[in-house]
């Protein structure tokens, strides 16, 4: 079977053919930065549902924005309007981390200005991302000092209500995975430093880690997840032993893939971002099995 280019291609225009493509993001040079969003059933305007906003995993120089698009489908049945989105990497755009961070927070703020035509509830806005993604999704909410595009409308809030991180890229050390993008252009790797930017009062986080990632150490993200919960946070932590990075991808490891959207739909409905489902029998799910 040819699994080349072409069918990686025709595969991604059938997934974003279900989608409803926009730009939400209109820059210099003729950059536009396009949203994917998936509706659930029932009228649209004037509803009030959650959005899931999906950051695809990279190391801020390239991903496939399909990547997310089983997991917004899946979301999109309980109920959610989800939104694949496209942000800056340094592949395709010449971009630098900073504006990775600043493309998440504004795609949350599309979202929110709108609210009424996407039928989005602008307090029930939750972040997803995957490695640099989970990064942005995670800056989108914690970095204060985050200086906002010009294009952003000022007034309205770039925080999300929640996040749902995979394998985060909590920290990037000198000489570490991605570190070259931001010695490149000039930014301080601490940028990157989520340690530096907890606080009280942050949004809900769910973070599904694989433990055997050599890019995200996961000795780095359970201090993180100690030093969230020290100033009161609710951040909940579920390790994947024998996994690496990928280990959420339907077509990497399909059983990882019910179980995080299980444990993501037990987070949402926890927190009041989702309304409850049929339940589910744990017993169905079986425990994490280490992968030697």
Partial sequence: MNSGPANVM???DELLAQAESVVYKQLEGDVELK?????????RIGGKRPAMLFFFGSGFDSGSITQFAPQALYFASRGAVTVLIDYRTANKHGASPIEAMQD???AIRWVRFYSQPLGVDPDRVVAVGALAGATIAAAAAM???LIDDETDPGEIEGRPNGLVLFNPMIEVTKGGYASDLFVKNDVHLKTAALPNHIDFNLPPMLILHGMSSPLTPSATVEKFVKSMRKKRNHCEFIPFPGRQHSFFNLNVDPWSYDYCNSEIDRFLVGEGFLNASVEVDESDLGEVREIS
């Fill in 10 to 12: 025709n595969r991604d």
């Fill in 143 to 145: 970095k204060t000092d």
């Fill in 104 to 106: 998440a927070r504004s």
């Fill in 35 to 43: 949203a994917h969003v998936y509706f659930p059933a029932g009228e």
